[in-house]
């Protein structure tokens, strides 16, 4: 049987305050119990794919989040669920945009690759990660996509990365490269490129479970020692 839990969302970013964390979202959630008797709280992450993403990017982020329990949900943002990435590698996509509800969604993902380009050219899903934002809520880019966040404003103050090349666009940031591999300021998380594909994925779950959790991960996948 399930427990009624609530859950509070504090704004800014989750389960820190900030100087402007005045607002708290309060939302009921049905948790099953652990093994154990106890209860666990259900993470959300949604992924944005489109045609040309960066395959590893997306899949190794994917991966480590649901290796580490976190409920990962794949969005086409193009017309067919079956999309085709940059190494021209399909992926079935699990939902098209307009059948998630993104208030639920604890992260929102952004995979680079030269079809980073079609995201700016997505009115909902733009509006989408400014509300996200608006909200103190979670958002991730890798490779190329930290440009879109620049490109709408979301990156004014932070402190951020992306591949080599793209640091114009990222308006208002300051912005660090190698050796840098995955940069959390606020609730923006940002990463440079394929080879860092995995830290980013640790960075996911270090914030949204926990950083035992991340550790355990890279130590069973043998990231890490």
Do not use: W
């Not at 021209?88 to 945009?97: G, H, L, R």
């Not at 490109?151 to 103050?157: A, D, F, Q």
């Amino acid at each position: 049987m399930s427990i009624l839990l609530l859950r509070f969302f504090i704004n800014k970013t989750h389960y820190r305050f900030t100087e402007d964390s005045a607002k708290i979202e309060l939302s009921l959630l049905f948790v099953p119990p652990t093994e154990g008797g106890g209860m666990e709280i259900s993470m959300k992450v949604t992924a944005f794919l489109t045609d040309g993403f960066e395959t590893v990017e997306a899949l190794a982020v994917i991966d480590i989040c649901r290796r580490a329990g976190i409920d990962t949900d794949t969005v086409s943002i193009t017309g067919d669920k079956n999309v085709i990435s940059a190494q021209n590698i399909p992926v079935k996509a699990d939902y098209f945009f307009d059948e998630v509800n993104l208030e639920e969604s604890d992260l929102l993902f952004l995979p680079g690759g030269p079809g980073h380009k079609s995201y700016m050219e997505n009115e909902k899903l733009l509006n989408a990660l400014k509300e996200h934002d608006k909200k103190g809520k979670r958002i991730a880019a890798i490779c190329a996509a930290p440009s879109i966040l620049g490109r709408i404003g979301l990156l004014k103050g932070k402190i951020a990365t992306c591949f080599p090349g793209f640091e114009k666009y990222l308006d208002g940031a300051q912005v660090l490269l190698a050796p840098v591999r995955v940069v959390t300021d606020g609730n923006i998380t940002t990463s440079r490129g394929m080879g860092t594909s995995v830290d980013l994925g640790l960075e996911i779950v270090k914030l949204l479970i926990s950083e035992e959790k991340a550790k355990e991960l890279a130590a069973s996948t043998q990231y890490a020692d």
